[in-house]
């Protein structure tokens, strides 16, 4: 059974940092590319960033390129998004999952950056 749990969300000032946590299970990960999404209020999920199987490679969206760092330990079957100089506009509800995605999402976790 496929389980995605996205941790490390919380509210925090315009400018500041967090670092965001997804633990899966349930699928080969160490084999897998995994990405980050992200949901603001009333708008379509998007996509944020991927880092492929061993983390040698990397793709961010435009919007957060610079800004934030995908990282990934596959002994712990675990995946990270580093955000930095965070933006009001960076406000949603963040996921992980595969790249290409599955259907199945977990919770997400909720970030939120105050101006």
């Known amino acids: 059974q496929v389980q995605l749990v996205e941790s490390g969300g919380g509210l925090v000032q315009a400018g500041g940092s967090l670092r965001l946590s997804c633990a899966a299970s349930?699928?080969?990960?160490?084999?897998?590319?995994m990405g980050w999404f992200r949901q603001a209020p009333g708008k379509e999920r998007r996509f944020v960033g991927s880092?492929?199987?061993?983390?040698?490679?990397?793709y961010y969206a435009d919007s957060v390129k610079g800004r934030f760092t995908i990282s990934r330990d596959n002994a712990k079957n675990m995946v990270y998004l580093q955000m930095n100089s965070l933006k009001p506009e960076d406000t949603a509800v963040y996921y992980c999952n595969t790249v290409p995605s599955m259907n199945y999402w977990g919770q997400g976790t909720q970030v939120t950056v105050s101006s």
């Open positions: 349930g699928l080969t990960f160490s084999g897998l590319s």
């Open positions: 880092i492929n199987w061993n983390g040698g490679n990397t």
